[in-house]
């Protein structure tokens, strides 16, 4: 089974600070992906990427920037937190065939105060 | 635009009896859609999904979906329904202009109650 492992399950952090979460997959894909998601907006696409240090903003990347210096590793970073990205956040993997489904962590449950 | 419509915020059913989610979407030349399932404090899991072929296609715990191309919908189903199945579906297409990059369009999510 594919593994989609995110670092923290619950992060608290205050505004200013600039706030790494982890996504690591176990399955070698390509694709990896970054969403937020909040009560009656659904998932939102933040960035995605579709290689190693390949990088593509989604619909909302302002205030985030990411990293993928590994093919198993992505990593969303806060530059500086703010309230309004209280959220939990959801990271996915996909092979890179358009056909293939994502898998999904847990996800992070982040609050900003 | 290409986009994802699940008409209802919840749907609610008792258990036993058969249900439905509805989902309609609209993109250009063959859709690849996918439902998916969330628990609460849980990330998504994949149901099913439907690439080509057959229209009804069985996915997991029990679920199906039927692709319908005339009426641009893929809707949910479960003949019977469980106390368990109640969460958070999500009904998404995979956007045809992203390539192989795996990207989708999601619903916005229908919460499914089932009362005992």
């Known amino acids: 089974d594919v593994k989609v492992t995110q670092s923290s399950r619950y992060l608290v952090k205050r505004t200013g600070e600039k706030v790494f979460l982890e996504c690591v997959q176990d399955?070698?894909?390509?694709?990896m992906f970054w969403y937020r998601q909040d009560p009656g907006l659904g998932l939102r696409l933040i960035y995605f990427?579709?290689?190693?240090?390949?990088?593509e903003k989604g619909d909302i990347p302002e205030g985030y920037s990411v990293s993928r210096e590994k093919k198993e590793r992505f990593s969303l970073i806060l530059e500086s937190a703010s309230t309004n990205q209280t959220s939990m956040y959801l990271c996915?993997?996909?092979?890179?065939?358009?056909?293939?489904?994502?898998?999904f962590g847990d996800g992070t449950r982040l609050s900003i105060l | 635009a290409q986009s994802v419509a699940q008409p209802e915020d919840q749907v609610n059913v008792a258990e036993g009896n058969p249900l439905t989610v509805k989902c309609t979407y609209s993109?250009?030349?063959?859709?690849?859609l996918f439902w998916y399932v969330q628990y609460p404090n849980r990330g998504l899991q994949f149901l099913l999904k439907?690439?080509?072929?057959?229209?009804l296609v069985k996915g997991s715990y029990g679920f199906e979906a039927e692709f319908n191309k005339s009426q641009t919908s893929f809707h949910l189903k479960k003949p019977s329904a469980l106390v368990s199945d109640s969460a958070l579906y999500f009904c998404?297409?995979?956007?045809?202009?992203?390539?192989?990059?795996?990207?989708?369009?999601f619903g916005q999510g229908t919460t499914l109650q089932v009362k005992p």
């Open positions: 996915a993997s996909s092979l890179q065939l358009s056909n293939q489904p994502q898998h």
């Open positions: 399955m070698d894909h390509e694709n």
């Open positions: 990427s579709y290689d190693v240090k390949m990088k």
């Open positions: 993109v250009s030349g063959n859709p690849y």
């Open positions: 439907y690439i080509t072929g057959d229209n």
């Open positions: 998404a297409v995979r956007d045809i202009y992203s390539g192989n990059t795996g990207k989708l369009i």
